[in-house]
T-cell receptor, first 113, second 116 residues
Framework: AQSVTQPDIHITVSEGASLELRCNYS??????LFWYVQSPGQGLQLLLK??????LVQGIKGFEAEFKRSQSSFNLRKPSVHWSDAAEYFC???????????FGKGTRLHILP | EAQVTQNPRYLITVTGKKLTVTCSQN?????MSWYRQDPGLGLRQIYY???????DKGDVPEGYKVSRKEKRNFPLILESPSPNQTSLYFC???????????????FGPGTRLTVL
């Protein structure tokens, strides 16, 4: 069965520090992978997606993610976080024949000044 | 401006009183979906629609109804709301084959529903 695990419910980093949010997936074939961000009081916004090809994908707001098939992971990274990055981040998985995607439970990112 | 709108944004109601949450998109998207978001559970899909007059159950459809009579609108209906339907609801839309495709899924701002 398809599933997404985000092991960290909360993460706190200092402004300017690097960030890595973890995502592990379970999927029977080559997955499509997504990261969404939800700012406080807002709907979700797509940060980036992986379908095929280069395993390092670039997204908006300076984020990137790396697909590692051997580890069933799709971790999100940013070299230097800004206070405005404080939000909840969702990883999601789907596939070419799927008419929906499955979301993880989210990781809430807190930024220390 | 391309957007998904939901109304109302906040609603407090009582058990058993029928309600409708409206969702409208102005991007001519074929695919529309409803999710609920609960603390510690992430987003769970309630219903989705691949196109007009086509709707399917998601992961948590019990207690909800939807209709898709027009491409732009996808209302969520709670015929007899119960307290366990207290949640944050999101409507979303995307072009073509839905969110698991090359087409980005756009989300509305959310509707916070409290059922007393």
């Amino acid at each position: 069965a398809q599933s997404v695990t985000q092991p960290d419910i909360h993460i706190t980093v200092s402004e300017g520090a690097s960030l890595e949010l973890r995502c592990n997936y379970s999927y029977g074939a080559t997955p499509y992978l997504f990261w969404y961000v939800q700012s406080p009081g807002q709907g979700l916004q797509l940060l980036l997606k992986y379908f095929s090809g280069d395993t390092l994908v670039q997204g908006i707001k300076g984020f990137e993610a790396e697909f590692k098939r051997s580890q069933s992971s799709f971790n999100l990274r940013k070299p230097s976080v800004h206070w405005s990055d404080a939000a909840e981040y969702f990883c999601a998985v789907g596939g070419p024949r799927d008419d929906k995607i499955i979301f993880g439970k989210g990781t809430r990112l807190h930024i220390l000044p | 401006e391309a957007q998904v709108t939901q109304n109302p944004r906040y609603l407090i109601t009582v058990t058993g009183k029928k309600l409708t949450v409206t969702c409208s998109q102005n991007m001519n998207h074929e695919y529309m979906s409803w999710y609920r978001q609960d603390p510690g559970l992430g987003l769970r899909q309630i219903y989705y629609s691949m196109n007009v007059e086509v709707t399917d159950k998601g992961d948590v459809p019990e207690g909800y109804k939807v209709s898709r009579k027009e491409k732009r609108n996808f209302p969520l209906i709670l015929e007899s709301p119960s307290p366990n339907q207290t949640s944050l609801y999101f409507c979303a839309s995307s072009a073509g084959g839905g969110p698991s495709s090359y087409n980005e899924q756009f989300f509305g701002p959310g509707t916070r529903l409290t059922v007393l």
